[in-house]
């Protein structure tokens, strides 16, 4: 997401300045709020992100509220000893994020390099021990609502993590290319926010699916 | 602005509607009330027809709806497939016919006739011709239709039609909504979703030789396991299963002689 | 360019190639995934279809140029220096490449939308030819039940919803004094979204078994049971979906970090006011939709049993899902027009909008009172019976927030100098038909009244008097006050009051008598109906025809004006708000230094009053002594 306002990555580089262009671009606009643009264009997506979360868990409600259900289905059986440590993960995950944050804003390098990278090697044991989980659990997504619902919930989030450890991809590449700086590190900000996201909404997912 | 109009016209449009809002309320609490002496009539909705059957009456079952004048009604509102809508716009009641619940309405029928029953959900292509006819009448005339329609069940609808076998075909053939998806002149049946029906009796010939069946058999299996044998030209799981819980085995006898019957080709056997 | 440099440069030849290649990579992923699962036959068709349903739209998206700069960002190569080749038209050309600049993006969506209005009606005319006498005409059941389904999916989701986001593109940044939208890539992005997805709802009349066929609610189970088009609406809705998000965030964003010095949240147009409402709507609520198409399309494609109620599932939840989608976004699809509205009527009847603080909350409590009305749209659907009453009230207290618009419209216009150009004569038919339209609305709120009447003609009476009356009149009003602005040049003045006279009495000649056929008992979605009401749909079906018919001379009036018209001035309408204030076409960057907000935007009639002041002093204050302008006859307002 980029932003006329904000011309946000122009990271030191080399290209020449096109002088012809200089006085041809648009005034530079009004800032009227302290809030930065794509930080609040972030929210407003994670708001819709908790909308769609919202319209599973709907469907949740009905089959084991409204319909009254068992859960999980007679016969299945839910690992919640290791979704638990997958939950250790993913939230550990959460504070290397910050950790590689930090290191941006004060121009640490390697905290910043290592901190991604930690990141996102957590995020992505997180996704393989989801996969093994489904794998192993012995039921199929087609057999009733109740494990149409799982797989559709806890598939959602993977999609999630997916999506957030792409974003954090790009963000490790720009930072092993020498982008970010303690002035300008967004690149770094927005997608870990959005991870923070992903990982508050497992533990909802974890608590609603595995644990109550 | 001027602050006391925008009082005004936020206030006057409030008690409009609150006034609205009860009203509705007490008028729908009444509709919903419970009466003594109810008759229940259990409908079923499938694709592309309505059943009836009346469960305080030695389960009888009927494609036509027949209640008795001035005696209260308890409809229970169900689907054997998708959603239909349950509707008779002269009763000015309508429910949605839900997989895995039941709906209700209560209603007094208090004038004599007959009026349409129409689906008011879509459910697919025979939608607009799920059309059928609630007829209202004297107690005692309804307690003679419920024996007769006792005795029908057994004979397959022969003796409903003064023993006319095939206006007895007819009857079932459009009650059941087999017109919505096919053409069959002696119905009056245009319906081009399925085989046209005019040449039943030689395909029915021909196929049943591929699969070592009667032409009977043949049309029988067609009706109550649709798939079973797909008509090339065709698409598998168009036509509706589930005929043989709406229809009682004489009255799916009655529909296959009058199907063979009323085609061309028969020559052939 | 050589051959392969004009495929790998963006644009339509590379969109074009990457199309094929993404149903081959389609094909091979099927394939792989059915070998590794041991399935037969390995390419199955219907897997196919539905992979290539989303690959193809994704790689033209791609292909043409949505994604190159994020491309080139995400794996960090130098970042390049905005050179703004992107931006700006330099002939007709450049309105069919991937272009940032918001008033490119604004007339493209406005024209491709435009298009799609014109398909949808041309159904419509299929449907009312169809109905025009009982038993079968033109066209068999099934596809008169595609024609009603793409039809509305077509003016909902490719005409009324997005047409507003093209208004709005092309003047809110102007409106607020901003050079631009805050994510013009993103805007670029949302825009050509939206032709894919309009496609694909078109196109599912070439698929296996027809278009999709179950209304444009689309209910379970029947639509998780009918053949493939069902697929393309499916995935369509995540498209125009996708692209609705995208834009309501960007304006959201824009309006609150780029407004001009000065102008406060109480200093904004209406029409603003109207966008950042709607936004929010948007924002919260489609998510719901395009999780209710989830479930639809996970249970068709993965075999999941959301709505197959002997596996627990539960039928009716999709209808809670799907409205709290739909009926929020029916005020997405009234809100933006409120907007319009507003700056037409202020500034045709030279007043202050009467109430402009009131105005602003009523659009804010619509937006609170429309997430807690979904299931008045369930009455008859067998819910949770205790729902009903609650439902009811709060359906019938949106009449209130509502209602203080229509007054403060009618405040607005009392003692006014009315100029009966045509925005007026738009804004003022909308007045009167969607005040019909809401009356018939709080009615189907009554659950006495609605059990009778649901899935009716009443109903579909209701749809259009509030949707064609209400919204398309309101984008007719839009687009003939902004015209001059948009086109640099004036409309025919005349044709445009053919149009609105024609308009006006074809459609309620069309929509009126559908009241009375629905209480009388003719259902909706039907292809067939009793012969007791073919009077009634003789007379709608002709009428339509010349309703129709009328839209044409708009079509010619804006072709022609737009080819030759009159050149524009830069305020036609002696308009205070800012886009008026630029030239017409306004310049490629909007202004050259951003404008200052000194008072309120609708001061008309109040002498001396100034709402912006431009760089170049440029400001246009209301003459002292206010003389009464021609036309309207009517003593200056004394209001104030
Ligand atoms: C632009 C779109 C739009 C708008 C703005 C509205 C506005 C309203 N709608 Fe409508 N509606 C639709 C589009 C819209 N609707 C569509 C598309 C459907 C069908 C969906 C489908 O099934 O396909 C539908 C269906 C629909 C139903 C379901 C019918 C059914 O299927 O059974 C109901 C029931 O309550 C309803 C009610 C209302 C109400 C109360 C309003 C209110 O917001 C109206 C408020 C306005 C006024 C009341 C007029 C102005 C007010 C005054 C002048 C004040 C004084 C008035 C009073 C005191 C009454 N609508
Ligand atoms: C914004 C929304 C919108 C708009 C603008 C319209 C416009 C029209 N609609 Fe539609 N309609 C809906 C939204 C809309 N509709 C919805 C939501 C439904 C419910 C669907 C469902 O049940 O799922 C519906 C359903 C619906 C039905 C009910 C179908 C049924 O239930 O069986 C009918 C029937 O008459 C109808 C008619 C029309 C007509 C005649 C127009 C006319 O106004 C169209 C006029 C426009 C043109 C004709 C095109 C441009 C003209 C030309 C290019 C000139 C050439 C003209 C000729 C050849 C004559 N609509
Ligand atoms: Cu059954 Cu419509
Ligand atoms: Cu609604």
């Not at chain 1, 004060?106 to 090697?121: V, Y």
């Not at chain 3, 004036?490 to 008598?513: A, C, Q, R």
């Amino acid at each position: 997401m980029e932003s006329t306002s904000a011309p946000a990555h122009t990271a030191p580089v080399g290209a020449p300045v096109h002088d012809e262009h200089a006085h041809h671009g648009p005034p530079a606009a009004h800032q009227s709020s302290r809030m930065d643009p794509q930080f609040l264009g972030m929210l407003l997506f994670i708001i819709s992100e908790i909308m769609l979360f919202g319209a599973f868990f709907t469907a949740y409600f009905f089959i084991r509220v409204v319909n009254g259900e068992a859960w999980p289905a007679e016969g299945d059986h839910l690992p919640v000893a290791v979704a638990g440590v997958n939950t250790a993960i993913l939230v550990s995950s959460s504070f290397t994020m910050h950790w590689a944050l930090e290191g941006a804003r004060r121009g640490n390098r390697r905290a910043l390099r290592i901190g991604l990278l930690t990141t996102l090697l957590l995020g992505a044991t997180f996704l393989a021990i989801q996969i093994n989980e489904y794998v192993n659990i012995g039921f199929a997504v087609s057999e009733n609502a109740q494990t149409s619902i799982f797989y559709g919930l806890t598939g959602l989030h993977g999609a999630h993590v997916f999506v957030g450890l792409t974003l954090l991809t790009f963000a490790t590449t720009r930072a092993f290319r020498g982008h970010f700086s303690p002035e300008k590190h967004m690149g770094v900000e927005i997608p870990g926010i959005y991870w923070h996201f992903v990982d508050v909404m497992w533990i909802v997912v974890y608590t609603t699916i595995y644990v109550i | 602005g001027n602050t006391k109009l925008e009082i005004i016209w936020v206030t006057i449009p409030f008690i409009i509607v609150s006034v609205l809002a009860g009203y509705g309320w007490i008028v729908l609490d009444d509709i919903e009330a419970k009466k003594p002496d109810t008759l229940v009539v259990d409908v079923t909705g499938q694709q592309f027809a309505w059943s009836f059957e009346y469960p305080d009456q030695g389960g009888v079952r009927s494609n036509e709806l027949v209640l008795p004048k001035d005696r209260p009604v308890r409809f229970r509102i169900n689907t054997a497939d998708v959603l239909h809508d349950f509707w008779v716009p002269d009763f000015r009641l309508k429910s949605d016919a839900v997989p895995g619940i039941t709906t209700e309405i209560r209603l007094t029928p208090n004038r004599l006739g007959s009026y349409p029953v129409v689906c008011a959900e879509l459910c697919g292509i025979g939608h607009s011709t799920m059309r059928q006819t609630v007829r209202v009448v004297q107690p005692a005339a309804f307690e003679s239709w419920v024996a007769r329609r006792q005795r029908a069940a057994e004979d397959g609808g022969a003796g409903e039609n003064g023993g006319d076998e095939t206006a007895a075909g007819r009857q079932i053939f459009t009650a059941t909504g087999c017109e919505a998806c096919h053409t069959l002149a002696d119905a009056d049946a245009t319906g081009t979703v399925g085989p046209d029906l005019d040449d039943l009796a030689a395909s029915a010939a021909r196929f049943g030789r591929q699969q070592d069946q009667s032409p009977q058999e043949y049309v029988r299996t067609a009706i109550v396991e649709p798939d079973a044998f797909v008509v090339p030209g065709f698409q598998a799981g168009l036509m509706p299963g589930g005929y043989s819980d709406q229809l009682s085995d004489a009255e799916i006898d009655t529909l296959v002689e009058y199907l063979l019957g009323v085609s061309e080709g028969g020559a052939e056997q | 360019m050589t051959a392969t440099a004009k495929l790998a440069a963006p644009g339509w030849y590379r969109a074009a190639l990457s199309i094929p290649l993404a149903f081959a990579f389609s094909v091979a992923l099927v394939a792989l995934l059915r070998a590794l699962y041991g399935w037969d036959p390995v390419v199955n068709w219907d897997a196919v279809t539905t992979v290539s349903l989303i690959t193809m739209p994704l790689a033209f998206i791609v292909g043409i140029g949505c994604f190159d700069y994020w491309f080139e960002w995400a794996i960090g190569k130098p970042t390049k220096p905005e050179d703004h080749s992107s931006h700006g038209a330099k002939s007709w050309r450049s309105y069919f490449h991937v272009n940032t600049d918001h008033k490119v993006i604004g007339i493209q969506y406005i024209v491709t939308t435009f298009f799609f209005f014109v398909l949808g009606g041309l159904m419509a005319m299929l449907i009312r030819a169809e109905l025009t006498q009982p038993g079968t005409q033109f066209v068999d059941p099934n596809t008169y039940n595609g024609l009603f389904s793409v039809h509305a999916t077509l003016m909902i989701f490719l005409f009324i919803i997005p047409v507003f986001a093209g208004i709005a593109n092309y003047v809110v940044p102007l409106m607020i004094g901003a050079p631009d939208m805050a994510f013009p890539r993103l805007n670029a992005l949302s825009f050509w979204l939206l032709p894919t997805a309009g496609v694909m709802m078109v196109a599912s009349f070439f698929a296996d078994g027809g278009a999709f066929a179950t209304g444009w609610t689309a209910y379970a189970p029947l639509s998780t049971e009918t053949p493939m088009g069902q697929q393309f609406f499916t995935v369509g809705v995540q498209f125009a979906g996708a692209s609705s998000i995208a834009t309501a965030l960007n304006f959201l964003v824009t309006i609150i970090t780029m407004r001009a010095p000065g102008m406060t949240f109480w200093r904004m147009p209406l029409m603003v006011w109207a966008q950042f409402t709607t936004s929010l709507l948007v924002v919260i609520a489609t998510p719901f939709i395009a999780g209710s198409q989830f479930f639809i399309l996970l249970d068709r494609a993965l075999g999941t049993q959301f709505f197959t109620a002997t596996a627990g599932g539960d039928v009716l939840m999709y209808q809670h899902v799907f409205w709290f989608y739909s009926h929020p976004a029916v005020y997405i699809m009234m809100l933006p027009g409120f907007g319009i509205v507003s700056e037409v009527i202020s500034t045709h009847a030279r007043k202050p909008v009467f109430g402009y603080r009131m105005m602003a909350f009523s659009l804010v409590a619509i937006v609170i009172l429309g997430f807690t009305v979904w299931a008045h749209h369930m009455f008859v659907s067998g819910m949770f019976g205790w729902l009903r009453v609650p439902m009811m009230i709060t359906t019938m207290l949106i009449a209130v927030p509502t209602g203080v618009k229509i007054f403060s419209w009618l405040g607005t216009l009392w003692r006014g100098a009315i100029h009966l150009t045509t925005p007026m004569l738009f804004a003022l038919g909308f007045i009167t038909m969607f005040t019909l339209g809401g009356i018939s609305g709080i009615m189907l709120a009554v659950i006495p009244v609605v059990i009778h009447v649901s899935d009716t003609y009443f109903v579909v009476a209701h749809i259009h008097y509030v949707l064609f009356g209400g919204s398309v009149f309101t984008i007719f009003a839009g687009i003939y006050h902004w015209f001059p602005k948009m086109t640099g040049r004036m409309y025919d003045e005349g044709l445009g009051k053919i149009h609105f006279w024609l308009s006006f009495v074809f459609f309620n000649l069309t929509f009126g008598p559908m009241h009375f056929v629905g209480v009388d008992g003719m259902p909706r979605r039907v292809a067939d109906y009793a012969d007791q009401f073919a009077t009634l749909n003789a007379i709608i079906s002709v009428s339509s025809f010349l309703f129709g018919l009328s839209f044409l001379i708009f079509l010619y009036n804006m072709v022609t004006s737009w080819r030759h018209g009159p050149k524009a001035d830069a305020n036609p309408w002696r308009a205070h708000s800012i886009e008026w204030q630029v030239s017409s076409p306004p310049p490629i960057f909007n202004f050259d230094e951003v404008p200052t907000v000194v008072g309120g935007p609708y001061e008309y009639g109040v002498p001396g009053a100034v709402h912006a002041v431009l760089a170049d002093g440029k400001a246009p204050a209301e003459p002292a002594p206010a003389p009464a302008p021609a036309g309207g006859g009517a003593p200056p307002p004394s209001d104030r």
